[in-house]
């Protein structure tokens, strides 16, 4: 499938996408894509996303170094989230972390079937 037009953008005209590496599949980050910057990921095969704080693209690694080599975009049933699965050419958080995923609020919770 390769019909962007099945994507439904949000009021802002974005889509969220969760990039991942494609060989240990840890979640690195998660970014935002409109249109145009889906467009450019898909043609060049590095990701772009949408800078929502500069309002502008942004193609990673573009000053650090720190690529993403696009293997393959997903789009979930809802057609309102991206997976974009990348071999990251280093650390994807902009603080040196591989993973802007680095931070635990919590990893204790109760051995219960049931969901209060």
């Known amino acids: 499938m390769s019909d962007l037009s099945a994507i439904k953008w949000n009021a802002q005209g974005l889509v969220p996408a969760i990039v991942q590496d494609s060989v240990t ?4 980050m998660l970014a935002w894509m409109n249109a145009e910057s889906l467009g450019q990921t898909l043609e060049t095969g590095e990701t772009v996303f949408w800078s929502r704080s500069r309002q502008e693209l ?3 690694g573009a000053s650090s170094g720190n690529t993403q080599r696009v293997r393959a975009v997903h789009l979930d ?3 309102d989230c991206l997976l974009v699965e990348v071999q990251p050419a280093g650390p994807a958080c902009h603080t040196g972390e591989v993973t802007c995923f680095f931070r635990t609020l919590k990893t204790a919770f109760p051995e219960s079937g049931a969901m209060e």
Request: aromatic share 10%; charged share 30%.
């Open 25 to 28: 599949r840890q979640v690195l």
């Open 58 to 60: 942004w193609h990673k």
């Open 77 to 79: 049933c809802d057609a």
